[in-house]
């Protein structure tokens, strides 16, 4: 089992540019989620899907972030537009699994 | 105040003691707990699962919840270096997978 895999492992981009972030979780589990992890605010959980379904997407800071699961192996987390303030490390987790992170740095 | 409150560290200790890491939480409904650990660049890694109040040993590890004072323990007996990392509690209630994570301290096991 490669766990879960997220890609890119790191992006640099401009502010107001589109982002996209990537994960496939372990086949099977049921839960994912999509947190950010920064010095100040630590790990936040942004949204979680049950069964592709969007359960609970209270964490997510406003409506320039977006996420969907369109099935069991795939889900993505969209910020557009990109601002400096959302640079952090990103983590998908499927259940209680984390990915390695996408940090992400917009300039 | 923060519903999870974890001390930051750095706690640095000598191999082979015993650590001991906490967390305290404000909302009596968490049912459910997690530590993990994070080394540096790396994801959060589950160490231990406890529900509700008790105790619960996996090897060098023990957790303890006490729900009467909202206090959650994680020991680790003979220490090493490689368990030198960020520490992160993480709990939950019933009814919800929204877990609330503590900011994590930061633990160095000197050789």
């Known amino acids: 089992d490669a766990g879960v895999i997220q890609s890119p492992r790191h992006e640099v981009t401009e502010m107001g540019q589109e982002v996209t972030l990537r994960c496939k979780p372990i086949?099977?589990?049921?839960?994912l989620f999509w947190y950010r992890q920064t010095m100040m605010r630590g790990l936040e959980l942004l949204i979680y899907?049950?069964?592709?379904?969007?359960?609970?997407d209270s964490g997510m800071p406003e409506d320039r972030f977006s996420a969907k699961m369109p099935n069991a192996s795939f889900s993505t987390l969209k910020i557009q537009p990109s601002e400096p303030r959302d640079s952090a490390v990103y983590f998908c987790a499927s259940s209680s699994t984390f990915g390695s992170g996408t940090r992400l740095t917009v300039v | 105040q923060k519903e999870v409150e974890q001390d930051p560290g750095p706690l640095s200790v000598p191999e082979g003691a015993i650590v001991s890491l906490n967390c305290t939480y404000s909302?009596?409904?968490?049912?459910?707990f997690m530590w993990y650990r994070q080394y540096s660049r790396k994801g959060p890694e589950l160490l231990m699962y406890t529900y509700s109040s008790g105790n619960k040993e996996d090897g060098r590890f023990t957790a303890q919840v006490d729900k009467s004072s909202k206090y959650i323990s994680l020991f680790i007996r003979d220490s090493q270096p490689s368990d030198s990392a960020t520490y992160l509690c993480?709990?939950?209630?019933?009814?919800?997978?929204?877990?609330?994570f503590g900011t994590g301290t930061r633990l160095k096991v000197l050789a």
């Open positions: 993480a709990m939950r209630a019933s009814g919800t997978y929204k877990y609330i």
């Open positions: 909302n009596s409904a968490f049912q459910y």
């Open positions: 899907f049950n069964n592709n379904v969007p359960i609970d």
């Open positions: 086949s099977g589990h049921d839960y």
